[in-house]
């Protein structure tokens, strides 16, 4: 698909091959030789997919090598297309979606390779629609590991993180404060999409309460949150942080595997003024208690 074609949006969506679910795409599948026929020209490919979506692995002045790799529906839903990008040593394999009347909605990186030194990685798609990221590393002899499950949020217009998977310290670079407090209540523990955005919650005076520190950094760091404070329980599973005499409310509503917030006082004292404390935090596995030794 070349630059000086003329091509229609579905042109575009057709020429990427049909394929089934489940699609995976892995560092070796990136480092295969890709037929030119499924070549696309910068200028076309970027009528229909915004070159924000590129920038942040290749930088704004980069022109990659772009291949079409694969196109799935849902069925009276999205459309979703696979595609990698070369550039040099470096290559990664994408997902981006378009909506039953073929505008582009969201797209996000599955697997990157040729970046660091990491033994191996992968992205996926199942026959549920539910995308996973995958990627792993050994240091030292030991592997760590990342998986994150997300879906594409129609209501959102996002990749909504609906679960979580590291057995790597992932809050290293953000001081918390709570982080040695007690951890027995039901919905005590940590709650997190990446070392950046996290909800740690810890006991509280009495059952009814918990106490929670809260950080986010959104839009590349640009606009960042954080808050520490006692939040209330209203119902078996929400909770409210609400201090005297401050406009700011924040609402905590549980489950067995995720923390939902919502701001309903405002927390501008506590915030950037163009984000709020928002959205889904998956709850991280708790690890395994230490054995105790040798029974006597």
Do not use: W
């Not at 910068?42 to 694969?70: M, V």
């Not at 924040?250 to 404390?277: H, M, N, P, W």
């Amino acid at each position: 698909m070349k630059d000086d074609e003329v091509v229609t949006v579905t042109d575009f969506i057709e020429f990427f091959p049909e394929v089934g679910l489940t699609f995976q795409l892995a560092d070796t599948t990136l480092r295969q030789k890709t037929t030119d026929s499924l070549l696309i020209g910068n200028k076309t490919f970027h009528q229909f997919i915004p070159d924000s979506l590129l920038k942040k692995d290749f930088g704004a002045t980069a022109r990659p090598k772009l291949y079409a790799l694969g196109r799935v529906k849902e069925k009276d839903r999205e459309t979703y297309l696979f595609f990698k990008a070369v550039a040099g040593s470096k290559r990664v394999g994408y997902l981006v979606c378009f909506s039953e009347k073929e505008q582009f909605l969201q797209g996000m990186p599955l697997v990157r390779d040729g970046f660091d030194s990491q033994a191996s990685a992968y992205g996926q798609l199942d026959k549920k629609f539910q995308i996973t990221t995958y990627r792993d590393k050994k240091q030292a002899g030991q592997l760590s590991f990342k998986r994150n499950v997300y879906f594409y949020n129609n209501t959102a217009n996002e990749f909504t993180l609906i679960f979580t998977e590291p057995n790597e310290e992932i809050i290293a670079n953000v001081i918390n404060p709570i982080d040695t407090l007690a951890a027995k209540h039901k919905f005590a523990g940590e709650y997190v999409k990446d070392k950046r955005n996290f909800v740690s919650v810890r006991d509280g005076k009495s059952a009814s309460e918990v106490l929670v520190f809260v950080h986010f950094e959104k839009n590349g760091g640009e606009c960042k949150g954080e808050l520490k404070g006692m939040a209330r329980f209203v119902s078996n599973n929400v909770a409210v942080y609400q201090e005297s005499g401050n406009p700011c409310s924040l609402q905590l509503s549980f489950s067995k595997t995720a923390v939902s917030l919502k701001e309903t006082g405002g927390c501008g004292s506590y915030r950037d003024i163009r984000c709020f404390f928002e959205g889904s935090y998956p709850r991280k596995k708790a690890p395994k208690p230490e054995s105790g030794g040798k029974k006597k």
